[in-house]
């Protein structure tokens, strides 16, 4: 991040630039809601100072637009990140969707001050471009703004909503840029940003249809987190835990985007390895084993064997979701997760003629479901809390406690959370139907 090392001037570009470095740092220390006044501030005092700027730009300049850039970023970042912890009576969809056309105004702009940093390739035309103009990959642009502007392409396409941009060419200038950095400076972290954004690319491909492009994404991606990992030493300070956190997850979104049963298992038995060897460098972390959670019950929804099912249910409940309880016992992900586990479970057992297991695995499941949504605001945002609410409202329905699952589901359609038609098709709801 920007760091002045200007002295006292009487040049009036060089003392704003400086006035603008001090609040860009004071909004790096600061936290959630407190943080957005004070970018916003850096990012006005960034935008005044560039004003009064020589023509051609100086080195002075040049480091202006690109701590701008990282202004405009951490901005929009903050922006997503404040409004996912904001309590239940306040985050509404209205809420959060608003939250993404800021952070997604804020995006373009960044990426905007990181091209006027470097020379930029002329935005295209064509009606698939992004109408930005990102440093150039021609030009060699300089590794570190590459990156950062990649980062920011793909934090846009993440949080891009209906009618914006596609997150397909967004990806794409993301990964121009990061595979520019790349020519001129090899580096562990943008390696692996290259295959956590080829992951992204693969999905979006896949939910356009385009189930070539996404193969090919996902044959990439994995290359390029076996590159990253190959580069990477804890000795070096490097996150090597990260980096095979992020290989694991990304298996597990590539795996449910495979059609075949056996290819989608052996990924994610490749998953399972690498999440596995994740949690093995730091036992105090419950993100890897909370993936390690998703990729058993994953396996088990993919497996056809009955006895299989169970077991990777039950691995997913002691290796992955109960042992990132047994670091955070509050931690909501964990919760929510065992919750699901729970309840695939029950079918399960039901399924094979257990029904007091069955009844066992809904009651555990209720009390997970209930100690996630004791502090909400932990889950993450709107969709991540009506998501367990509306599991929750399964739960109940199938322990046969109609009016409970009724008043929570009624709240959910009322929201726009989920469609009545969607729920009448729900299997673990059909008894609420046929009561009514």
Not at 41 to 59: D, G, S, Y
Not at 252 to 264: E, R
Not at 348 to 368: F, H, K, S, T, V
Not at 405 to 411: D, I, K, N, P, V
Request: net charge negative.
């Amino acid at each position: 991040m920007g760091r002045s090392k200007i002295g006292p001037t009487a040049d009036p570009f060089l003392a704003a630039v400086a006035a603008a470095e001090v609040s860009q740092q004071r909004a790096e220390r600061k936290r959630g809601l407190e943080a957005l006044p004070v970018y916003e501030k850096a990012v006005a005092q960034f935008e005044a100072a560039l004003k009064l700027a020589p023509h051609p730009p100086n080195l002075a300049a040049i480091e202006a637009s690109i701590n701008l850039g990282e202004c405009l970023q951490n901005w929009g970042e903050t922006t997503l990140s404040a409004a996912s912890t904001l309590p239940d009576d306040v985050l509404t969809c209205e809420v959060e969707a608003e939250a993404q056309t800021r952070a997604c105004a804020l995006f373009r702009r960044a990426v905007h001050a990181y091209g006027a940093a470097v020379p930029c390739d002329q935005p295209s035309t064509s009606a698939a471009a992004t109408p930005c103009a990102a440093p150039s990959t021609s030009a060699a642009p300089r590794a570190d703004v590459a990156v950062n502007c990649a980062n920011t392409l793909a934090s846009w396409a993440e949080a891009a909503v209906e009618g914006q941009e596609g997150p397909r060419q967004l990806l794409a200038q993301a990964l121009h840029l990061y595979r520019a950095a790349l020519s001129s400076e090899p580096d562990a972290l943008t390696w692996g940003n290259l295959a956590d954004a080829e992951v992204a690319t693969a999905v979006a491909a896949a939910g356009g249809g385009d189930g070539a492009a996404a193969e090919a994404c996902a044959e990439r991606a994995r290359a390029a987190y076996a590159t990253a990992c190959q580069l990477s030493s804890t000795d070096n300070g490097d996150d090597l835990p990260g980096l095979l956190a992020n290989w694991g997850t990304g298996l597990v979104a590539l795996a449910g985007l495979m059609q075949d049963s056996a290819t989608k298992l052996a990924t994610l038995e490749e998953a399972v390895q690498r999440l596995r060897e994740s949690a093995s460098f730091d036992r105090a972390d419950p993100a890897p084993l909370c993936a390690l959670g998703d990729a058993f019950v994953a396996a088990a929804e993919a497996g056809a064997d009955g006895p299989a099912t169970l077991r990777a249910l039950r691995s997913a409940l002691e290796d992955g979701y109960g042992a990132a309880l047994r670091v955070d016992a509050r931690h909501a992900e964990a919760r929510a997760g065992a919750g699901d586990a729970r309840m695939a479970l029950a079918r399960a057992l039901a399924a094979g003629g257990d029904e007091a297991g069955g009844q066992g695995a809904l009651c555990g499941a209720e009390a997970d479901y209930g100690a996630a949504l004791a502090r909400p605001e932990r889950l993450g945002g709107w969709r991540e809390r009506a998501d367990v609410r509306y599991n929750l409202a399964c739960c109940l329905a199938r322990q046969g406690r109609a009016e409970e699952a009724r008043q929570l589901l009624g709240a959910l359609i009322a929201s726009g959370a989920v469609a009545e038609a969607t729920a009448r098709e729900d299997a673990d709801l059909a008894g609420l139907w046929q009561q009514a």
